[in-house]
């Protein structure tokens, strides 16, 4: 079991950047994909971003590819998701999970962090 934990959010303007951190600890960090999903107050959880075991392959949600950017430190067990240009649409709580396949649906992790709250004033 891989533990994780977000860090990184808080209250932007819009416009601005800023990354978002997922610590990762326990079962092997290194053979595993990295997913992205966010909540938004009212509104379903959905996939923003996985990147695979070794950071050689990202994936985006479409309409966030270009202002999304995710990677992986694997010597220091941490993968990162960078926001840029935010918009207040990205307002969510952002959640890191760990999988085995580098899929872009809630059943592809297992381990899933508490999420971090990303909010972004007009």
């Known amino acids: 079991q891989v533990q994780l934990v977000e860090s990184g959010g808080g209250l932007v303007q819009a416009g601005y950047s800023l990354r978002l951190a997922c610590a990762t600890s326990?079962?092997?960090?290194?053979?595993?994909?990295i997913g992205w999903f966010r909540q938004a107050p009212g509104k379903e959880r959905e996939f923003v971003a996985v990147?695979?075991?070794?950071?050689?392959?990202?994936y985006y949600k479409k309409s966030l590819k270009g202002r999304f950017i995710g990677s992986r430190d694997k010597a220091q067990n941490t993968a990162y998701l960078q926001i840029n240009n935010s918009e207040p649409e990205d307002t969510a709580v952002y959640y890191c999970?760990?999988?085995?396949?580098?899929?872009?649906?809630?059943?592809?992790?297992?381990?899933w962090g508490e999420g971090t709250q990303v909010t972004v004033s007009s």
């Open positions: 999970a760990a999988g085995d396949r580098a899929g872009e649906n809630a059943a592809d992790f297992d381990s």
């Open positions: 326990g079962r092997t960090f290194v053979t595993r994909a």
């Open positions: 990147v695979n075991w070794d950071g050689t392959f990202t």
